[in-house]
């Protein structure tokens, strides 16, 4: 709702994109019934719906160039054999230690084996401004470590696969969940050295539950019921000063209204409880 309402606003576009890089997570049909989801809600996006599995040889092409810059290298540790590395004195997160850093690597076209590829973080701060949550930063190196961007079990990474994906599409604003926002320094460095254009970010609170858990399957959330008033009742977590459901006549008259009054100055910058009622 926060970006559908945010590109309406700027009568900008909206773009809807299925994450299924990971096929062998993929539920059959859970496609179609997202996107009905968002059509019985009165979401009308722009463009067609595009697929990450589609944009493979986008994702390959940007290893290789990233690996012939020499910032990259592969990676061989199991995850129980970096905890170990760690041990006792486990800094911030159990950061990848950079074992494997001096590793040379044999740049493999096939990508087809069974090693991690990694890339180092540079020693300087990185720093933007979002819109919501103000001046963001981090310290790649203390606060992330060398990442991976390409994962042992053969599928690229969400930080490097969704930089190309907003690229292909020229995604100029991103509005997603909090959640996301410690992993945008290490998508804006990406961006950096690929040289694609840095877009504007905006972080939006979690819904989360009374245990703190963010609404989702995983949290056992009710299924969404694209019902007028829980519309009204997400735009409302949102900050907006949106009237009552009994006052629309019906969901485009809402969706009308968000586009005219939408202001993401208001949106909360916490995470917040949202019982489904
Ligand atoms: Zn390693």
């Given at each position: ?33 997202i ?33 012939y ?27 990848y ?20 590829i ?51 599409s020229?995604?100029?604003?991103i ?16 961006q ?11 972080h ?12 989702s ?38 969706w ?22």
């Amino acid at each position: 709702m926060a970006s559908y309402a945010d590109a309406r606003h700027s009568d900008g576009q909206w773009l809807v994109r299925i994450d299924d890089i990971d096929q062998a997570r993929v539920v059959a049909d859970s496609d179609q019934h997202i996107l009905s989801t968002l059509e019985q809600c009165g979401f009308e996006w722009d463009e067609i719906v595009s697929y990450q599995s589609q944009n493979l040889k986008y994702y390959e092409a940007a290893l290789q160039e990233l690996q012939y810059m020499g910032v990259t290298y592969p990676c061989i540790c199991s995850r129980k054999q970096i905890q170990e590395k760690l041990g006792k004195k486990q800094i911030k997160n159990g950061i990848y230690p950079g074992t494997c850093r001096h590793k040379s690597e044999q740049i493999n076209s096939s990508l087809n084996h069974k090693y991690a590829i990694r890339l180092k973080a540079p020693a300087a701060d990185i720093s933007f401004v979002d819109q919501i949550q103000g001046v963001y930063s981090q310290n790649l190196p203390q606060d992330v470590g060398d990442f991976i961007i390409y994962r042992k079990d053969q599928i690229f990474s969400y930080q490097l696969s969704v930089i190309i994906d907003d690229f292909q599409s020229q995604i100029t604003h991103i509005v997603r969940g909090y959640d996301l926002l410690d992993s945008t320094p290490r998508q804006i460095y990406l961006q950096q050295l690929l040289g694609c254009p840095v877009a504007q970010y905006a972080h939006i609170p979690l819904a989360v539950t009374e245990e703190k858990l963010k609404l989702s399957k995983l949290s056992q959330a009710k299924k969404v019921d694209c019902s007028l008033k829980t519309l009204v009742q997400a735009a409302h977590f949102l900050g907006q000063n949106c009237p009552d459901a009994k006052d629309f006549d019906s969901k485009d008259d809402f969706w009308q209204y968000l586009a005219t009054y939408w202001d993401i100055n208001k949106v909360p910058r916490m995470e917040k409880q949202m019982i489904m009622v």
